[in-house]
Structure formats: C-alpha cells, structure tokens
C-alpha cells in the first residue's frame, strides 16, 4: 500500500498534508511545515426516528373551578441499517459529519520572510479556511 493510500491519522493532519503539498509548489515558498489547531474535534450526526404524543384533559369540579392537563411523550431511536448481505453488519445510518473549525494556522515556510511571500500565504489561508488574517502566521523556516 502506497503512503497516499493510507488512512489519514486525523482530520488536521491530512489538512496540515495538503496545504504543505500546495503551498510547496508555489514560486518563492520553498520547503514547508505546517500547524493547524482545531477548536473541537470532528462530529457525527446520526439519522434519528421520533415521534411525539400529547393528550390535553380539561376537568371541572363540583365548585366550578377548571383544571387543565396537558401531557406531552416524546421517543426518539437511531436508525439502525443492515449492510445489504448476510454477513454484513448493520449500523447506524450517518446523516452528516460536522468537520471542526479551524482556530488557527503557523507556517514555516523557506521564503517566510520576505513580505510578498507572508503576505500571499496569508491571503490562501484567508480564502480557503474564511480566517481573518491574524488567526494565519507565515514565519521564516530555520535551515
């Protein structure tokens, strides 16, 4: 198995992966090390059945005064699914995965520090992930 081919360990790796492949072609960047700190960690949405059952009684008593009653159940179950075969196993039905956000990014980039360069990886990072550019720092990477 190639090394693409494997499983990515987490969600900030393979995007820590991809961004330093991108940004490692670009003119003037040269080598790369990338951070990425996320603010929670990734969630999964799974489909749920529910339903709700309410009763309402009204009582009078033998002085006139009325009681209200107003009863509400609610059942919620996760959708559970087979794999289609005798052997396969079932499981709950994914409805969506929540990917987390991102809370900040450092790179280290060979051509860092020169400004044109900082201030272009800077401006990627702005359009890809929608931070503000000081959640984004371009440093000059040591040889």
């Given at each position: 198995?190639?090394?693409?081919?494997?499983?990515?360990?987490?969600?900030?790796?393979?995007?820590?992966?991809?961004?330093?492949?991108?940004?490692?072609?670009?003119?003037?960047?040269?080598?790369?090390d990338v951070l990425i700190v996320l603010k929670s960690s990734?969630?999964?949405?799974?489909?749920?059945?529910?339903?709700?059952?309410?009763?309402?009684?009204?009582?009078?008593?033998g002085s006139g005064g009325i009681r209200d009653i107003t009863?509400?159940?609610?059942?919620?179950?996760?959708?559970?699914?087979?794999?289609?075969?005798?052997?396969?196993?079932?499981?709950?039905?994914?409805?969506?995965?929540?990917?987390?956000?991102?809370?900040?990014?450092?790179?280290?980039?060979?051509?860092?520090?020169?400004?044109?360069?900082?201030?272009?990886?800077?401006?990627a990072m702005v359009a890809l992930f929608g931070l503000p550019?000081?959640?984004?720092?371009?440093?000059?990477?040591?040889?």
């Amino acid at each position: 198995m190639k090394a693409e081919d494997e499983p990515w360990d987490s969600y900030e790796s393979y995007l820590e992966k991809r961004i330093k492949e991108v940004l490692a072609k670009v003119e003037g960047v040269g080598q790369v090390d990338v951070l990425i700190v996320l603010k929670s960690s990734e969630q999964k949405v799974y489909q749920t059945d529910g339903k709700t059952l309410q009763s309402s009684t009204k009582e009078q008593d033998g002085s006139g005064g009325i009681r209200d009653i107003t009863e509400q159940q609610q059942e919620s179950s996760t959708v559970i699914v087979n794999g289609g075969s005798l052997d396969a196993s079932g499981g709950p039905l994914l409805e969506k995965e929540i990917r987390p956000e991102i809370s900040g990014i450092v790179i280290s980039a060979q051509g860092g520090g020169a400004a044109s360069v900082q201030t272009e990886i800077t401006e990627a990072m702005v359009a890809l992930f929608g931070l503000p550019a000081h959640k984004v720092k371009v440093l000059k990477r040591a040889e």
